[in-house]
T-cell receptor
Framework: KNEVEQSPQNLTAQEGEFITINCSYSVGISALHWLQQHPGGGIVSLFMLSSGKKKHGRLIATINIQEKHSSLHITASHPRDSAVYICAAYSNTGNQFYFGTGTSLTVIP | KAGVTQTPRYLIKTRGQQVTLSCSPISGHRSVSWYQQTPGQGLQFLFEYFSETQRNKGNFPGRFSGRQFSNSRSEMNVSTLELGDSALYLC??????????????FGPGTRLTVL
């Protein structure tokens, strides 16, 4: 049983397309994080959410606490957005992060 | 500010050996967390240290241990290595680390191969 489920696992898009990655979690959380991992392993934290919506450039993250669901949107996708996107839920009972398996995004020029 | 640094970046060991990995957090960060990433299991939380004390621990056997020094640098140790321990080990620090679940700043990782 996975505490965090992500979909889709793989996604290929044409440059300029609007992209949505979904994350559902089953644990009680104090925060939900979206991470980006480029080939070679480096991980960057994109967002930390506890409610509502956050926007940074072309990236938008939303969370619905009641439905235990979060989405990451990328507007006007670009080849440099190609990476693995990982959803991480910080459990307020287990006091640890639970990670989704990641969504591998490829944006084709 | 310098980012999170990890040493060594690559390591090859044989079964039964032990290994120590090092992590230096961003200056001023007091929380250091360790993660294991494998193709099969993805990212998994190992443990978190704050002010030299283990604050949280994931579901890994006792062969995996860690410690944190007074300057916030952290080490993790894996004893009696198994083939399944081959993975990318990532360290992350958070600022200032007072609240759990803060934004994590990741290091580049140490890729451990067990033969």
């Amino acid at each position: 049983k996975n505490e965090v489920e992500q979909s889709p696992q793989n996604l290929t898009a044409q440059e300029g397309e609007f992209i949505t990655i979904n994350c559902s979690y089953s644990v009680g959380i104090s925060a939900l994080h979206w991470l980006q991992q480029h080939p070679g392993g480096g991980i960057v934290s994109l967002f930390m959410l506890s409610s509502g919506k956050k926007k940074h450039g072309r990236l938008i993250a939303t969370i619905n606490i009641q439905e235990k669901h979060s989405s990451l949107h990328i507007t006007a996708s670009h080849p440099r957005d190609s990476a693995v996107y990982i959803c991480a839920a910080y459990s307020n009972t287990g006091n640890q992060f639970y990670f989704g398996t990641g969504t591998s995004l490829t944006v084709i020029p | 500010k310098a980012g999170v640094t990890q040493t060594p970046r690559y390591l090859i060991k044989t079964r039964g050996q032990q290994v120590t990995l090092s992590c230096s957090p961003i200056s001023g960060h007091r929380s250091v967390s360790w993660y294991q990433q494998t193709p099969g299991q993805g990212l998994q939380f190992l443990f978190e240290y704050f002010s030299e004390t283990q604050r949280n621990k994931g579901n890994f056997p006792g062969r995996f241990s860690g410690r944190q020094f007074s300057n916030s640098r952290s080490e993790m140790n894996v004893s009696t290595l198994e083939l399944g321990d081959s993975a990318l080990y990532l360290c992350a620090s958070s600022a200032p680390g007072l609240a759990v679940g803060d934004t994590q700043y990741f290091g580049p990782g140490t890729r451990l191969t067990v033969l």
